[in-house]
């Protein structure tokens, strides 16, 4: 299985701070990345596919880039809807696994 | 506006079979332009991919829960379906149903609300 490792696990942040949270893949996984938003007891939004791509209505805010197997996403000014957990997936390869989350807290 | 609900027992015994229904309204289920997956997350933990089906009934799982898990698609009923045998306490998460965007890899574009499954005697 493709391992998904992420960092930091979490992050204090105030309202208009930037943050970038990395995730990495333990091989290959081409572009084949996507970042979820999940706020407590409810379900995941999709961010970001394609390592890069906002999905429709999606703040532009948040943006996603990749370096080789290294995938960051990136919160440029926090509002308070932002914070939250976050999650990357990969759905290069069977099984599709993901990252065991990042936590963005209010400071 | 697609919606996915599950639907199934929130309690389950150990060593039963749980079965979960999730039915997809606001679009068609057999677009060749999706599959649909369940997927759990354990209380404060992280996701797990179960498995994925595709309307014409070609199935994925994750070799993990492989020998218990069984997915099935009814598309007069616009309803996808998980079962999981020999349940055990490990088992016991919140369960969400997912449409799964062929054109991104199979990302996760829109998801149910969840329903926590429980298993205990």
């Known amino acids: 299985d493709i391992q998904m490792t992420q960092s930091p696990s979490s992050v204090s942040a105030s309202v208009g701070d930037g943050v970038t949270i990395t995730c990495r893949a333990s091989?290959?996984?081409?572009?084949?990345l996507a970042w979820y938003q999940q706020r407590p007891g409810k379900a995941p939004k999709l961010l970001i596919s394609?390592?890069?791509i906002l999905e429709t209505g999606v703040p532009s805010r948040f943006s996603g880039s990749r370096s080789g197997t290294d995938f960051t996403l990136a919160i440029s000014s926090l509002q308070p809807e932002d914070f939250a957990t976050y999650f990357c997936q990969q759905s290069n390869t069977f099984p599709f696994t993901f990252g065991p989350g990042t936590t963005v807290d209010i400071k | 506006q697609v919606q996915l609900q599950e639907s199934g027992p929130r309690l389950v015994k150990p060593s039963e079979t749980l079965s979960l229904t999730c039915t997809v309204s606001g679009g068609s289920i057999s677009s060749d332009s999706y599959y649909w997956g369940w997927l759990r997350q354990p209380p404060g933990k992280g996701l797990e991919w179960i498995a994925t089906?595709?309307?014409?009934?070609?199935?994925y799982y994750n070799p993990s829960l492989e020998s218990r898990a069984s997915i099935s698609i009814d598309t007069s009923k616009g309803q996808f379906s998980l079962r999981l045998s020999s349940v055990a306490a490990a088992d016991t998460a919140v369960y969400y149903c997912?449409?799964?965007?062929?054109?991104?890899?199979?990302?996760?574009?829109?998801w149910g609300p969840g329903t926590l499954l429980t298993v205990s005697s």
């Open positions: 089906v595709y309307y014409s009934g070609t199935t």
């Open positions: 394609g390592a890069s």
């Open positions: 997912a449409r799964q965007r062929v054109q991104c890899s199979s990302c996760m574009d829109y």
């Open positions: 091989q290959d996984i081409n572009n084949w």
